[in-house]
Each structure stands twice: as C-alpha cells, then as structure tokens.
C-alpha cells in the first residue's frame, strides 16, 4: 500500500512553471535552425536554386499560418504535449493519439539526424587533418549528454539552448556580412555565374516545398513548453511569431550565401553547405565559426527535439494512451525522466539504420500531417468554443484566411512528397493507419474518457 | 445525479512493455519498407555514366569549375552528382491511391474521434439534456 500511495503522489507532481519568451524562441529556433545549416540544401536538388528560394518563401508562409493558429490554440490550451492536448481537447481521442505520435517521430528522427551531423562533421574535419574517425561514439555522446541534461531540468536545458542558438545565428550573420562584401567591400558571391534556369521547371519548384520545410520544421514545438511557461498568454506567442521572423531572416541569407559561392548540383547534395561556404572563402577564422555554428545548431536542436519528443510521449502516458510507466515526473527535477530515458536507444537506432533519407522524409511527413491537422484544429476550436465563450490568451487575426491557405500548402507539400518519395509516402502513410487501428483496437480500452478532459470550458457547443 | 463512468482495466508492466514494442516495430518496418519493395526513399532517374567526363560536357562554366576544385572535386568524382536528377514522371494511378490513402486516412480518423469524443464529452459533462446547450 505504502508503495502504491508513493507512486500515487509521484505522479501527482506537476511540471516546473519556470520559462518566459526567451526559453519558448530557443526552444522553437533552437529545433530549426540545424535546417539553414544542413537539410534546405536538398530542396536545391529537387527544383534547382530559385526552386528552393520560392520554397523557402511559400513553406514561410505556411509555417506563418501554423505559428498564427498554433499560437491562439497553445496560449488556451496551455498544458504538455502541445498540439497532442489541443486535439484531445477539441477533435477526439484517436486524432490526439496520431497527434502525440506525430511529435514524437518528428523530434526522434530528427534528433537522430542531428546527431548524425555531428559525428559527420567532425568526421569530416579530422579528414582534412589526415585521420580517420569513426562518427558513431560521438553520435551516441551526443545523445547521451543531451538526455542526461534534460534530464537534470528545463531551465538548464532551454538556457544552454538560447546561448548556442544565439550563437549558430550570429553565426550566419557573421558569415553574410563578410561574403556580401559589407565588412571590406569585396563581395566573394558569384551569383551571376552559379545560378542557372529552373533545371526541371516548375513541376521542380513545387517538388522542392519537400525540403524547403527544413528551412522551418520544428518551430511549432514550442507549444511543448506552455505548461512550464510562466505566462502562455504571453511567452508562446512572443516566443512563436519572434522565432519565425528569425528563421525567416536566417533561411533568407543562408540561401543567399550559398547559392553565391556554390554550384547548385554540388548544393543540392552537400551534407553541411553553410561550413563547405566558409571553406570556400578561404579565411580559417570564418571556417572556425561556421564549424562552431554548425555543431551548436545540431546540439541546440537534437537538444529541443529531447525536449519536446519526451514531452509528447510523456502526456500520451499520463492519458493511457501509451503505457502509463512513461507518465511520471522526476520527484526532484521535475522532468518526464522515464520518457526522456526511453527514447535515447530509439534515437541511437534510428540514427544507426544507414537509412538517413528515409528518416528524415518520416520526419516531415510527421510534421506535414501535424500541420494539416492544425488547418481543422483551429475551424472546429472556434466552432465549439466562439470567441467570447471561453478565455483565450492570443485570438490570431484574419481567421479562416491562415487555415485556408495551410490547408492548400500543405495539399501541394503532399504532392512535393510524391514527387520522388512516393514509395516512402505510402509507407508511411501505412504506418499511421496501423497504428491507428492498434489504438482503436487494444490501446483504447485502457483510456479513462472523461477525465483526459482536463481544461476548465464550459461544453463545447454542438455536443 | 449518477453519471456511467467508463473504468478502464488496470494494465500490468508486461502488457505495456509489449504495447511499446509494437508501436516500435511498426516504425522499423514503415523505415524498410521502402527498400523492401525494391526502391530507396529518392526516386532518381536513370543516367548514363561516362569514362573521361570534362567540365564542359557537365556543363559547368569557368567560374562552376573553379569552386568544385576549391571543394576538392574533379571531373570524374563530380560527374554522379551533376547527372544524377529526379524523376517526375505523374503516374495517375499512383497519384490517385496516394490521394486516396491519404484522404482515407483523415476521414477514418475524423470519424472514430467524433464517435470517441462523444463519449469523453457526455461522461464529462453528463448526458446532453437540450439542443440549447
């Protein structure tokens, strides 16, 4: 008895309330920004240099939609789990089940290529002294020494995130301003003769929104962190739409500076464009930076994909709807602790498959399926709940135009996925609709039903 | 006023270390998948491979070749990455079962969490008494 009242109070704990805006936007750029420093380049290949700027600037606007909308729901619904809570709350049990596994694929295979690009780089590096290095003690490192500092607690974990996310951006800053020619005058961008035509023409452009969602993917995981923020009202939204005018910024001027000083064929399949960029400019102190930058941008955002998978996984837990082991809070740190341990040997796995490109097409897919979710999230949370009826902390602006125009971006993403990844599509398409049944079929009965409804609302109109 | 509270059973240690593993192998085997039906995740068209390929037969200019030797390329190690390219080729059956999947896939899914919320919502709040509410 005595055991079971310990566990009983265990799980009781909630959560540590200590974040504002400067921990939400490291959390959202500190995921994204490992995108400008490697990942967008693949959109280059798919529709050539001009196809991936008109899709860093379309799949801009689509992630502008998603902070709008993410931003109203998550400043309401301010609890862990983010988009997974929303749709518990708002749509039903089955879609907060995709949800919740939507995140938690997204951020695991993407911290699995993160820490890919750490043990990539330095291998890289150490063969241009000469030695041979084997990536794969550092990947797991990697790893590791994230878990164990979201392990230890948030604040540490978010601050560590804001000072080298920082620094990967000042990073591209940096590496802009000397390449444009605004420190010394002497511009080394050679746009004029490296930027070619529409290699496959526009059937390429829209191919490329396939990728060019790695110039983004990840900020809405800010939404993870409301029930550790101070004030949701304020921190999310701040945080969110700041994070995206950064991100603009900076996928701007990485595609600037590398598609002036690289030919697109080699762009197109470059592990770590913005370090082959200051290579190419032939100044160590530069070189040394981007080297920083890039390693400090795949930390910072295996870091926040810790961060957030662990949390997904954590509140499908603590609702039964994965195995309620997972749902305790660490009695000292206030962390999902076994969450956060579970999935490392996952990451490593997936980190370890050789199947890189397939591990990051789950990624976005994940993330596209989670941002088509949000399009109806949002008409039916304004349906059920009309303005004035409940207390919101953010209400968007221009509501239903941002649902509608992510809808129909995410629709052509969907059809950029098919072009060239059809196979892949499909088969991950069959994964959800497996799982799906599973959950109808065996995890359901084990789900309380009233009482995952956790948010003080009056009854949502129409029920 | 007593309401029908749904409890769910209690699931031991075993049964949810099995449910894990499940979720889990679904996710390995979508990650093969690909390859087990013959294909990698980039779908690339076909090239021809030449013995002595120059720049200009890669039709790459001055400047081009100046930064692929800087990046420590020549012709022979460049020539896979320039020619490979993407196929796009809109086959309308695939296109259509690839619509049809995903679309499927939402509608299931709309449909089972309505009929699912219900139930959540009438256990939270009781039984709906009125159209009014």
């Not at chain 1, 780089?121 to 020494?145: C, E, M, S």
């Not at chain 1, 498959?353 to 088509?372: K, M, P, W």
Request: aromatic share 14%; hydrophobic share 50%; glycine share 10%.
């Amino acid at each position: 008895m005595g055991t079971a009242a310990t566990a009983g109070q265990q799980e009781k704990i909630s959560l540590l309330k200590v974040l504002g805006p400067v921990h939400v936007w490291a959390l959202g750029v500190g995921i994204v920004l490992v995108g400008e420093y490697m990942g967008w380049n693949f959109s280059v290949a798919k529709g050539g240099a001009y196809g991936s700027l008109i899709a860093c600037w379309v799949i801009g606007l689509l992630y502008t939609c998603v902070a709008m909308i993410d931003s109203e729901v998550t400043s309401t619904v301010a609890a862990a789990g983010g988009q997974y809570t929303q749709a518990k709350h708002i749509i039903g049990p089955l879609m907060a089940f995709n949800v919740g596994l939507y995140l938690v694929m997204a951020y695991t295979m993407l911290e699995a290529a993160d820490a890919l690009v750490v043990g990539d780089l330095l291998k890289a590096v150490a063969a241009q002294y000469g030695a041979d290095l084997d990536p794969r003690p550092f990947v797991v490192l990697t790893i590791a020494f994230l878990a164990w500092l979201n392990y230890r607690g948030v604040f540490m974990t978010l601050t560590v995130n804001f000072v080298i996310t920082a620094f990967a951006f000042i990073a591209i800053l940096v590496l802009f301003f000397n390449a444009s020619g605004l420190v010394d005058g002497q511009s080394v961008l050679l746009h004029r003769d490296l930027l070619v035509d529409l290699p496959y023409g526009w059937i390429g452009v829209l191919a490329s929104l396939q990728f060019g969602m790695w110039y983004y993917l990840g900020i809405e995981g800010t939404c993870q962190a409301a029930e550790e923020v101070r004030s949701a009202g304020r921190s999310i939204p701040m945080g969110t739409m700041g994070g995206m005018m950064t991100l603009l910024i900076a996928a701007s001027l990485t595609w600037y500076i590398c598609t002036g000083i690289i030919p697109w064929e080699y762009l197109g399949q470059a592990t770590t464009p913005l370090y082959d960029a200051a290579r190419l400019m032939g100044s160590v102190e530069l070189e040394v930076m981007l080297f920083i930058g890039t390693m400090f941008a795949a930390i910072a955002s295996a870091n926040g994909c810790i961060n957030d998978a662990s949390r997904a996984w954590f509140s499908m837990s603590r609702d039964r709807y994965m195995p309620h082991w997972f749902g305790a809070v660490h009695p000292r740190y206030r962390t999902p602790y076994r969450s956060i341990l579970f999935l490392i040997p996952i990451a490593v796995s997936f980190a370890f498959t050789g199947l890189l490109d397939q591990v990051i097409t789950f990624s976005i897919l994940s993330g596209l399926l989670g941002y088509t979710f949000m399009s109806f999230n949002i008409v039916r949370f304004r349906r059920l709940w009309p303005l004035g009826s409940i207390e919101r902390g953010y209400v968007h602006p221009y509501h239903p135009i941002p649902c509608i125009v992510l809808g129909v971006l995410c629709s052509a993403t969907y059809f950029a996925t098919y072009l060239g990844y059809g196979t892949s599509l499909l088969s991950i398409m069959a994964f959800y609709i497996l799982v799906s049944i599973w959950f109808v079929v065996r995890r359901y009965p084990f789900v309380k039903r009233g009482e995952q409804f956790t948010m003080p609302w009056p009854r949502p109109k129409g029920y | 006023m007593s309401r029908n509270v749904y409890k769910p059973p209690v699931q031991k240690g075993f049964g949810q270390f099995i449910d894990a593993m499940v979720v889990l192998a679904l996710v390995y085997l979508s990650l093969l998948a690909p390859l087990l039906m013959g294909g990698t995740a980039a779908e690339s068209a076909a090239t021809e491979h030449k013995a002595k390929p120059t720049w200009e037969e890669l039709k790459q200019n001055d400047v081009m070749q100046a930064q692929w030797e800087k990046l420590g390329h020549t012709p022979e190690t460049a020539e896979p990455i320039v020619t490979k390219k993407f196929s796009y080729e809109v086959e309308p059956l695939s296109l259509g079962i690839t619509i049809a999947v995903i679309a499927g896939y939402f509608i299931f899914m709309l449909k089972m969490s309505d009929r699912e919320y219900r139930e959540v919502i009438n256990e939270r709040f009781g039984p709906r008494v009125g159209k009014g509410d």
